[in-house]
Nanobody
Framework: QLQASGGGLVQAGGSLRLSCAASGRTFNGPHMGWFRQAPGRGREFVAVIRWVGGHTYYQNSVKGRFTISRDNAKNTVYLQMNSLKPEDTAVYYC??????????????????WGQGTQVTVSS
């Protein structure tokens, strides 16, 4: 089970930090990360981290502004979002996958999802 938190309303240029805790058992990976879905749009990849080793992957539009990290001991992944823009407004979902099957950039490749947390960036 994944529990996401940390969303909210912020002005453009502001920052938010999302957290996602995995409960039930120790997460073994390989990947945990974040997707987002804006109204009228499909769910899109934002950032993912490899649980062992910590390699990170980012959508081009968030590179340099967002940072994904994890705390293995707490079974938790974080998304630090800086320099937020109105186009970052969406429901953010954390996701985890337990195999390397499929592309890590596609939602269908993930086995577990959090409940979603709203991020709203005002201009």
């Amino acid at each position: 089970q994944l529990q996401a938190s940390g969303g909210g309303l912020v002005q453009a240029g502001g920052s938010l930090r999302l957290s996602c805790a995995a409960s039930g058992r120790t997460f073994n990976g390989p990947h945990m990360g974040w997707f987002r879905q804006a109204p009228g749009r499909g769910r899109e990849f934002v950032a993912v981290i490899r649980w062992v080793g910590g390699h990170t992957y980012y959508q081009n539009s968030v590179k340099g502004r967002f940072t994904i990290s994890r705390d293995n001991a707490k079974n938790t992944v974080y998304l630090q979002m800086n320099s937020l823009k109105p186009e970052d407004t969406a429901v953010y979902y954390c996701a985890a996958r337990t195999t390397n099957r499929g592309s890590l950039y596609l939602p269908i490749s993930y086995d577990f999802w959090g409940q979603g947390t709203q991020v709203t960036v005002s201009s």
